[in-house]
């Protein structure tokens, strides 16, 4: 019995379009988004391709616009049970922007419990999007957060998906991962963002992740042909 993910940083919203071609071609069972505009009329056009919100979490404010991750499910392969989110740490930067900006919510975990319908087992799943303005000892300490989280249901499977921005220190990234017992689906994937910074200057950056844990990968996909955002969709199919 197999399932399909697919997780996408949609750039403040700028690959909303994109995304629905995405789905529409891949139709992917679960969708995990970062960076989508949180309205219930932008939610809503996901929701009129056929599938359900199974919740979303506001993250940050831009230009008087409200963005966050949103996890959404195919009704036909997916039953959702609850959901929940989780602040994660925060740092200077994000403090003075809340003062700023007046956006009081900070970086959260987007947590959602499937049953998947034919082999009645149950999923744990995270979307997750950690602070892109800050060093890795800030992501270090979101991620631990999140993984912690895990201990409350070791029976479910477990997928945490998302954009980690952990652009460097590997291995201690890997550690972490090991030390809860979770496998990296993407790790046949070189660089996950891709992005023209000064005229033939390109910047390449693994920043998305797909971990799991009791569950058996059967592809990874970086989709290359869909580039609204400066970040690749990934499209993980797994067995359950």
Do not use: W
């Amino acid at each position: 019995m197999r399932f399909s993910l697919l997780t996408y940083n949609l750039m403040l919203n700028k690959a909303a379009e994109t995304s629905l071609e995405i789905l529409s071609k891949y139709k992917p069972d679960v969708v995990c988004l970062q960076e989508i505009q949180t309205d219930d009329k932008n939610l809503k056009l996901f929701e009129n391709s056929g599938y359900k919100i199974a919740d979303y979490s506001n993250s940050f404010l831009r230009r008087g616009k409200v963005y966050g991750v949103a996890t959404f499910f195919n009704p036909d392969t997916f039953s959702i049970i609850k959901s929940n989110s989780f602040n994660l740490p925060t740092n200077f930067y994000q403090i003075i922007s809340f003062i700023l900006h007046g956006n009081k919510n900070p970086r959260t975990v987007l947590t959602n419990e499937f049953r998947h319908d034919q082999s009645k087992r149950k999923l744990d799943l995270y979307n997750i999007h950690l602070s892109p303005f800050a060093t890795n000892q800030l992501r270090t300490r979101q991620i631990k957060n999140t993984l912690n989280d895990l201990s409350l249901n070791n029976n479910n499977a477990v997928i945490i998906a998302g954009d980690f921005n952990y652009p460097y220190g590997r291995k201690r990234f890997e550690n972490l991962i090991k030390e809860h017992g979770l496998k990296e689906a993407t790790n046949n994937i070189n660089f996950t963002l891709e992005k023209k910074i000064i005229r033939n200057i390109t910047i390449k950056l693994k920043l998305d992740y797909v971990l799991y844990k009791k569950l058996r990968v059967l592809s990874n996909e970086k989709i290359k042909n869909f580039n609204k955002s400066d970040h690749f969709p990934i499209l993980s199919i797994f067995s359950i």
